[in-house]
């Protein structure tokens, strides 16, 4: 490789991780307790809760959605799940179909009496560790901010693997230089520790490349989430809503039956699984549909949600039609990124990795910091760091 080109490699590397370093450290930081989000949230339930009627009858999602409304007078309804292991369901409320994450309230209700269950509070820190990683609490601006931030480390990926062969061609791999007990002098001896740091940083990046570059497309997914689901409503859905030019979005009073429109679902999808209803009016459906959503029973179609589409005002069935590809890969993308692929296990190589690359990240910075003057560079044969940091 030339050295007009390698020089240009570097400064793309160097500048790029330069930029979007700090960012990609806090979302490293932040995203090491998300990883164990489920376990972390199972270690501070107290496990004292049980249903009211453990053996009785499940009362109807009408009914719950009922509660769910008395429980927050003047909200409107906007999203409702269900638990895997409890007769749980889960709602979340807003006092308008436009209302941001801020604004939405969630709660959850025993199936078997409509109460409301204990343990969920509103703004705890792991609310508040998530959205700091998602949106630095700037919403769609905070998320389009960091996966630009996305790009940049996608590019310092990049740019670091074309510069790591021809700057360690004549090292083995694995190779870590310790500086000699021999050197004396001080301005060698903090070039011995620059070449050790250099090659901790150029191991651990090589190691974390694949999935760093995993971690990182599929973050800058996540970050348009906003614009993928805008997409969705308004070019795929298109046809179900030529209808409904003049049609307000319906008050809870207005609306069909919601058991009979998941019925009607689960009849249209025998083989799939009801994961989470979306209210009219809300990102997730039409102004004038429930969108009840399905997920397959394997492994990877667990993650693959399926619409089914009702009219909120007359309970009729519309259609059910699989999503684009691009919401597909949004649907990917989530679990993916914080290894919910393969449970615990994958869990805690995802958190190994995620550790590597705090050291990546905080080597690289050392090695820019102390980086060498010019005079004492160009006399210093050992080629410059694989980051560019030079």
Same mark, same amino acid.
């Given at each position: 490789?030339? @050295?007009?080109?390698?020089?240009?490699?570097?400064?793309? $590397?160097? #500048? !790029?991780?330069?930029?979007?370093?700090?960012?990609?450290?806090?979302?490293? /930081?932040?995203?090491?307790?998300?990883?164990?989000? +489920?376990?972390?949230?199972?270690?501070?339930?107290?496990?004292? #809760?049980?249903?009211? $009627?453990?053996?009785?009858?499940?009362?109807?999602?009408?009914?719950?959605?009922?509660?769910?409304?008395?429980?927050?007078?003047?909200?409107?309804?906007?999203?409702?799940?269900?638990?895997?292991?409890?007769?749980?369901?889960?709602?979340?409320?807003?006092?308008? %179909?436009?209302?941001?994450?801020?604004?939405?309230?969630?709660?959850?209700?025993?199936?078997?009496?409509?109460?409301?269950?204990? =343990?969920?509070?509103?703004?705890?820190?792991?609310?508040?560790?998530?959205?700091?990683?998602?949106?630095?609490?700037?919403?769609?601006?905070?998320?389009?901010?960091?996966?630009?931030?996305?790009?940049?480390?996608?590019?310092?990926?990049?740019?670091?693997? %074309?510069? &790591?062969?021809?700057?360690?061609?004549?090292?083995?791999?694995?190779?870590?230089?310790?500086?000699?007990?021999? %050197?004396?002098?001080?301005?060698?001896?903090?070039?011995?520790?620059?070449?050790? #740091?250099?090659?901790?940083?150029?191991?651990?990046?090589?190691?974390?490349?694949?999935?760093?570059?995993?971690?990182?497309?599929?973050? %800058?997914?996540?970050?348009?989430?906003?614009?993928?689901?805008?997409?969705?409503?308004?070019?795929?859905?298109?046809?179900?809503?030529?209808?409904?030019?003049?049609?307000?979005?319906?008050?809870?009073?207005?609306?069909?039956?919601?058991?009979?429109?998941?019925? @009607?679902? @689960?009849?249209?999808?025998?083989?799939?699984?009801?994961?989470?209803?979306?209210?009219?009016?809300?990102?997730?459906?039409?102004?004038?549909?429930?969108?009840?959503?399905?997920?397959?029973?394997?492994?990877?179609?667990?993650?693959?949600?399926?619409?089914?589409?009702? +009219?909120?005002?007359? =309970?009729?069935?519309?259609?059910?039609?699989?999503?684009?590809?691009?919401?597909?890969?949004?649907?990917?993308?989530?679990?993916?990124?914080?290894?919910? &692929?393969?449970?615990?296990? /994958?869990?805690?190589?995802?958190?190994?990795?995620?550790?590597?690359?705090?050291?990546?990240?905080?080597?690289?910075?050392?090695?820019?910091?102390?980086?060498?003057?010019?005079?004492?560079?160009?006399?210093?044969? !050992?080629?410059?760091?694989?980051?560019?940091?030079?």
């Amino acid at each position: 490789m030339k @050295q007009t080109t390698l020089r240009l490699w570097s400064a793309i $590397h160097k #500048w !790029t991780s330069l930029i979007c370093t700090a960012f990609i450290m806090m979302l490293c /930081l932040t995203g090491l307790p998300l990883i164990f989000h +489920d376990e972390i949230d199972h270690a501070l339930d107290s496990g004292d #809760w049980q249903p009211a $009627h453990p053996d009785g009858p499940m009362l109807s999602l009408d009914a719950m959605l009922n509660a769910a409304l008395a429980n927050r007078p003047g909200d409107v309804p906007l999203f409702m799940s269900f638990d895997i292991d409890r007769p749980v369901v889960n709602v979340t409320s807003g006092p308008s %179909v436009d209302a941001t994450d801020g604004q939405m309230h969630f709660a959850s209700f025993d199936r078997t009496s409509g109460a409301l269950v204990p =343990g969920h509070a509103d703004g705890g820190v792991m609310d508040f560790i998530l959205q700091l990683h998602t949106d630095l609490f700037l919403g769609l601006p905070g998320m389009l901010f960091l996966g630009a931030m996305g790009l940049l480390l996608v590019a310092a990926i990049v740019s670091g693997v %074309v510069l &790591y062969a021809p700057f360690m061609r004549k090292l083995k791999f694995g190779t870590l230089r310790q500086p000699s007990q021999a %050197v004396r002098h001080s301005s060698h001896r903090r070039r011995a520790n620059r070449i050790k #740091w250099l090659d901790y940083h150029n191991l651990l990046g090589i190691v974390t490349v694949a999935w760093l570059s995993v971690v990182g497309v599929t973050g %800058v997914i996540n970050t348009l989430a906003n614009p993928i689901v805008d997409a969705w409503r308004t070019q795929s859905l298109a046809d179900l809503t030529a209808g409904y030019r003049d049609a307000s979005v319906p008050t809870p009073a207005q609306m069909a039956s919601l058991d009979d429109a998941v019925a @009607q679902a @689960q009849r249209a999808a025998p083989d799939m699984t009801l994961q989470f209803v979306a209210f009219p009016g809300g990102g997730w459906s039409t102004d004038h549909h429930y969108a009840i959503f399905l997920h397959g029973n394997t492994p990877l179609t667990e993650h693959i949600i399926t619409p089914a589409l009702v +009219d909120a005002r007359t =309970g009729e069935f519309a259609d059910m039609r699989e999503m684009p590809w691009y919401n597909k890969a949004l649907a990917l993308s989530g679990p993916l990124h914080f290894g919910d &692929y393969g449970g615990l296990p /994958l869990k805690i190589l995802w958190a190994i990795l995620d550790v590597f690359t705090i050291v990546v990240l905080i080597t690289g910075l050392y090695l820019w910091i102390v980086r060498r003057p010019v005079s004492a560079r160009n006399s210093y044969a !050992t080629p410059p760091a694989a980051t560019g940091r030079s």
